[in-house]
T-cell receptor, first 115, second 112 residues
Framework: EAGVTQFPSHSVIEKGQTVTLRCDPI?????LYWYRRVMGKEIKFLLHFVKESKQDESGMPNNRFLAERTGGTYSTLKVQPAELEDSGVYFC?????????????FGPGTRLTVT | GDSVTQMEGPVTLSEEAFLTINCTYTATGYPSLFWYVQYPGEGLQLLLK?????DKGSNKGFEATYRKETTSFHLEKGSVQVSDSAVYFCALGSSNTGKLIFGQGTTLQVKP
């Protein structure tokens, strides 16, 4: 069974440009999470989908970030326009059940560098 | 709000040394606790977990015990190997949504 995949693995863009990150969860996993790790600090929660609905988007830093999960399968995270502080590694995770004890399966991450 | 604090790294050990990585947490309610590991070039993998007080999680020789009285979940291994070199993250699952709150990560380097 394929794991969580993310694309691209690495993206370098200039300040002011737009970037779209993609996450394909494990097939059948209704819960999808986005996280971000900036500059070797802690990994921070961004948002949580249950199927195509946003369950919790309390971690989204500002309105330059837009996440979608049309059809409840893959998800995209768009940053527009990108700023220098958006640089970091963006992780996606999925799980069949969203409870507090559930193991989340993580993708390898997308390293975003904004110059 | 809920938070996790890990000992800062990097931690450098010789092979077969004893490992402890400290982790403490602040949370309301009854969180679950996790240790995730990220090997070079890979994504995060669940190493072990504990869902209630006094539970001990264990995997691959690593152990951690959920201590409610000290709000801790320290990771230990009796004899590390070079292949254990990775970044270790302590995390808690604090709500019914299951979102994880992570510590800052501890880089472990094991030398032969």
């Amino acid at each position: 069974e394929a794991g969580v995949t993310q694309f691209p693995s690495h993206s370098v863009i200039e300040k002011g440009q737009t970037v779209t990150l993609r996450c394909d969860p494990i097939s059948g996993h209704d819960n999808l999470y986005w996280y971000r790790r900036v500059m070797g600090k802690e990994i921070k929660f961004l948002l949580h989908f249950v199927k195509e609905s946003k369950q919790d988007e309390s971690g989204m830093p500002n309105n330059r970030f837009l996440a979608e999960r049309t059809g409840g399968t893959y998800s995209t995270l768009k940053v527009q326009p990108a700023e220098l502080e958006d640089s970091g590694v963006y992780f996606c995770a999925s799980t069949p059940e969203g409870g507090r004890a559930s193991e989340q399966y993580f993708g390898p991450g997308t390293r975003l560098t904004v110059t | 709000g809920d938070s996790v604090t890990q000992m800062e790294g990097p931690v450098t050990l010789s092979e077969e040394a004893f490992l402890t990585i400290n982790c403490t947490y602040t949370a309301t309610g009854y969180p679950s606790l996790f240790w995730y590991v990220q090997y070079p070039g890979e994504g995060l993998q669940l190493l072990l977990k504990a869902t209630k007080a006094d539970d001990k999680g264990s995997n691959k020789g690593f152990e951690a015990t959920y201590r409610k009285e000290t709000t801790s979940f320290h990771l230990e291994k009796g004899s590390v190997q070079v292949s254990d070199s990775a970044v270790y993250f302590c995390a808690l699952g604090s709500s019914n949504t299951g979102k994880l709150i992570f510590g800052q990560g501890t880089t472990l380097q094991v030398k032969p």
